[in-house]
């Protein structure tokens, strides 16, 4: 299968106070259409870093110093900047950690959405309303037209994490990044967006770049896999081939350290 | 020393220290002094700041003004400063309906457009330079008396405090030996603030006429002949207020350096 | 919401009390009497006239007839009439409303118009020229002596330039001018009053607004924000803005106090016939009716201030204004 995203000898520096921090070291990975790809690593190895650098939304402090992100034929470093607005949340599109706090507290549900929808499609008011409600009942919230007058606050979190991800498909992108968007979430609500996510990915053919730092979750969802370590990529793979054959020391460590607590 | 706004604002304040504790030595001449002569003369070498209309040389009369005002504010800080001290730990310490007493009654002062405090009581009151420093004190406490409360109320709860009832110690002890002595930076810092402040409240209370009373010089009651002297003698204008604006600007450095040191 | 506004009005009521009672206990529990006005400064009261003054205002009651009586005054807005020239003083401070009201509300939207912006450009680049020279006139500008800088500048424009006139709210010929005549010798009169009026709030919001947004702009929905795609200009006026301007309202309601004192000395500076003049007036006389008044109509005003700001706030907010289902 074709490559849809391919990164090559990606390079961020973070400037703290006169210090250089090469938070991402040469990180390299691919991911092809509908494929599932997990980033695996523990905290700090980069992870969040390495996803937030593909379309360049990254913090005042941080450089990306060299390296080639191609998305359909393009560097994504290196175009201009109103083409790379365009391909944001609309090409590729970011699910996060904490919902809640990752939408904007004084707008509501439904305005958050719909902003995002004509942001990137010519829809009147009306039109995007009808769409974000149709989004909402596919990510399973059972009563949308409430929901979509709710505020953040207001909802749980899990409910936030479905409306979120209502807000990414809204434009259909190729691609959907979720940088742990399961690990606030209490267990039970884990295994049901997981499923969610499965289910939609199937049906709106996405791929999936899942960051995480749970080898269960992997194990589940992965096509393949990358291990991350201290801003490097040290292994990567298909799933069963890293499950059952582990080269690199630190991912044995990894698995094995899973398997104990007997999750794996 | 690293802290270059301290150090800026200690300085300031320490040549202004210095003359206002050495007037008598460092003045060219007796503040009262009126020099026929020169009546509302420019600066020149016999008067380096010129005269006002009565003949006094203003040199003389901005330093002791600058006794005047720089104990002024101090004192009247240090009022206010135990005041909210007594009244902000007995609040954050024993909380419950004296807190409410306390806070409710901070309020209620806070009400009040401060000038307004201090004009009404100054109506009430013969101007004596004591007097000012007492009415600045006794409405300008509510600030720090909210602060140490704040503080002692998150203190409070921390282990050492709880080893210090658990060993016995009285009330009194605790609140004075250990809660006090660790909130008392952001008290500093406000309190430098504060003194920038009652400087400000004292000079704008004896411009109005209201605060120290002339012949006794202020930098505040000089200026009041600069409104009948604009354009005509600019040095009355000019000097008092660089004074003032000098002397808050020295104390302003030195809270926002207590301010790095105790962040 | 409603059930916000209704807890604070309840909680207001101890505080109207608290400020009747304290505005009482200054003037009467201070040393010397109301009506014990020094002969030097009001020579119109003969010890006759001081007499009945003193059965008229019941200051011959015990105290906390006094105080009830005070009471029943305030509740009825009766403030008595004027020592120094026996009008009510209630009239008195209808009169000078008007102008003090329309500089300190024209003081604020300016405050606002200029304050804000300079704070967004701040906090968007901070540590750049800008930001670090503004840092340096806001805490200069904290600094000043209000009265000082009215000085400076109504001897720079009022008699070197000779731009703006010295003083008061109107020329002398000011009736045979034509409307819009009146209206621009209005302003050129109101000009420098406001200006050095809004000083201190200049410096104040600018601050708050810098750090405001720079908070806001650190919070995780603008990287969602970014992440949608939304340009640069939509993320920091349309997300970051809205965050950041809520507690404006909260600060500009705590701001009245400062603005009600300090029109004490412009007003007196710039001869404005405003409610700061009223009382300057009223303490060198020593019209105890007219101070009293006009000290229970500020701290009513600050009070009043507050609530409004306060709910303002939980308006705006929705996460007070929508409680969690």
Redesign the interface.
């Known amino acids: 299968m074709p490559e849809l995203l391919k990164v090559k000898n990606l390079r961020v520096e973070f400037n703290l106070n006169n210090d250089i921090f090469t938070a991402v070291k040469d990180v390299s990975l691919e991911i092809a259409e509908k494929e599932t790809v997990v980033l695996a690593g523990e905290s700090g190895s980069g992870k969040s870093i390495t996803a937030l650098s593909l379309t360049k939304i990254l913090p005042k402090n941080a450089r990306i110093v060299s390296g080639e992100v191609f998305f359909r034929g393009q560097d994504l470093i290196k175009i201009d900047q109103r083409m790379l607005v365009k391909i944001r949340g609309k090409e590729i599109a970011y699910i996060f950690q904490e919902p809640t706090s990752y939408l904007n507290p004084v707008y509501t549900i439904g305005d958050q959405i719909m902003e995002a929808i004509m942001l990137h499609q010519e829809k009147s008011r009306f039109e995007a309303r009808a769409e974000t409600l149709n989004l909402l009942s596919q990510v399973k919230i059972a009563d949308p037209e409430r929901v979509i007058l709710d505020y953040p606050h207001q909802l749980s979190g899990g409910m936030n994490q479905r409306a979120f991800i209502a807000m990414c498909l809204a434009c259909s992108p190729k691609i959907l990044i979720a940088d742990e968007p399961t690990t606030s979430l209490d267990v039970t609500i884990e295994s049901a967006v997981l499923e969610l996510l499965k289910g939609l990915q199937q049906k709106f053919g996405f791929s999936l770049l899942f960051i995480t730092h749970n080898l269960s979750i992997a194990k589940k969802i992965a096509d393949k896999i990358c291990i991350m370590y201290q801003g490097k990529v040290v292994e990567a793979g298909n799933a069963g081939d890293i499950f059952d054959r582990p080269k690199h020391p630190h991912t044995k460590e990894l698995i094995s350290a899973y398997q104990q607590i007997g999750k794996l | 020393m690293k802290n270059k706004t301290l150090a800026a604002g200690l300085l300031i304040i320490a040549i202004l220290s210095m003359m206002a504790i050495f007037a008598p030595l460092i003045s060219p001449t007796d503040p009262s002094l009126m020099d026929q002569n020169n009546l509302l003369a420019p600066p020149s070498y016999t008067h380096l700041l010129g005269t006002d209309s009565m003949g006094r040389d203003l040199a003389s009369r901005m330093i002791y003004g600058a006794r005047i005002s720089l104990s002024i504010g101090v004192i009247a800080m240090g009022i206010a400063t135990i005041i909210g001290l007594i009244l902000g730990s007995a609040a954050g310490f024993y909380g419950g309906v004296i807190d409410t007493l306390i806070m409710?009654?901070t309020?209620?002062?806070?009400?009040?457009?401060?000038?307004?405090?201090i004009?009404?009581?100054?109506?009430?009151?013969e101007s004596s330079i004591f007097n000012i420093m007492a009415i600045i004190g006794l409405t300008g406490w509510m600030g720090q008396a909210r602060l140490i409360r704040g503080e002692i109320l998150s203190l409070k709860e921390r282990e050492f405090i709880q080893a210090s009832r658990a060993i016995g110690c009285s009330d009194f002890r605790i609140i004075f030996r250990h809660l006090i002595p660790n909130a008392i930076g952001p008290v500093l810092v406000n309190a430098t603030l504060g003194i920038?402040g009652a400087i400000?409240l004292e000079?704008?209370l004896s411009?109005?006429?209201?605060g120290v009373q002339p012949p006794t010089p202020s930098w505040g009651n000089i200026?009041i002949e600069?409104?009948s002297t604009?354009?005509v003698a600019?040095w009355i204008?000019?000097f008092?207020?660089l004074a003032?604006?000098i002397t808050?600007?020295g104390f302003?450095f030195i809270s926002e350096g207590l301010k790095k040191r105790y962040a | 919401m409603l059930t916000y506004i209704f807890r604070r009005l309840l909680a207001m009521i101890p505080l109207v009390l608290g400020i009747s009672l304290m505005s009482f206990a200054i003037i009467h529990l201070a040393p010397g009497r109301p009506s014990n006005v020094d002969q030097s400064l009001n020579p119109k009261i003969s010890l006759e006239t001081r007499m009945r003054l003193e059965k008229l205002y019941g200051l011959d009651k015990p105290i906390h007839l006094q105080y009830l009586n005070w009471l029943k005054m305030m509740a009825r807005f009766e403030f008595g009439k004027s020592f120094s020239d026996n009008r009510p003083v209630s009239e008195k401070i209808m009169e000078r409303i008007p102008i003090t009201l329309t500089i300190n509300i024209i003081s604020m939207i300016f405050i606002l118009i200029i304050a804000i912006p300079i704070g967004i450009k701040s906090a968007l680049n901070p540590g750049s020229l800008f930001d670090k020279s503004m840092a340096i006139a806001v805490f200069i500008g904290f600094c000043l002596p209000g009265f000082w800088i009215a000085l400076l500048l109504m001897n720079l424009f009022c008699i070197q330039l000779g731009w703006l006139p010295l003083s008061g709210i109107k020329s002398l010929d000011f009736e045979y001018l034509s409307f819009w005549q009146k209206a621009i010798d209005l302003s050129r009169h109101l000009v420098l009053p406001i200006f050095v009026s809004s000083i201190a709030g200049l410096a104040g919001i600018s601050r708050y607004m810098r750090s405001s947004m720079i908070e806001a702009l650190s919070q995780p929905f603008i990287c969602t924000a970014r992440a949608k795609g939304l340009p640069e200009s939509t993320v920091v006026y349309k997300h970051a803005l809205r965050n950041a301007i809520l507690p404006i309202v909260t600060i500009l309601g705590l701001s009245i106090p400062g603005l009600l004192g300090g029109s004490v000395i412009f007003e007196s500076v710039f001869a404005i016939p405003g409610l700061g003049r009223l009382f300057y007036e009223a303490v060198m006389s020593r019209d105890y009716p007219l101070i009293m008044a006009e000290v229970v109509l500020t701290a009513g005003l600050t009070m009043l201030g507050n609530l409004i700001a306060d709910i303002s706030y939980a308006y705006a907010d929705p996460r007070i204004r929508f409680r969690k289902q």
Not at chain 2, 107 to 117: S, V
Not at chain 2, 119 to 125: E, Q
Not at chain 2, 207 to 210: A, D, V, Y
């Open positions: 409710r009654f309020d209620i002062m806070l009400c009040f457009p401060t000038f307004f405090l004009l009404t009581v100054a109506a009430t009151l920038a400000l000079s704008g411009f109005l006429g209201l200026l600069s409104k604009l354009g600019w204008t000019i008092p207020g003032i604006l808050i600007l302003n």
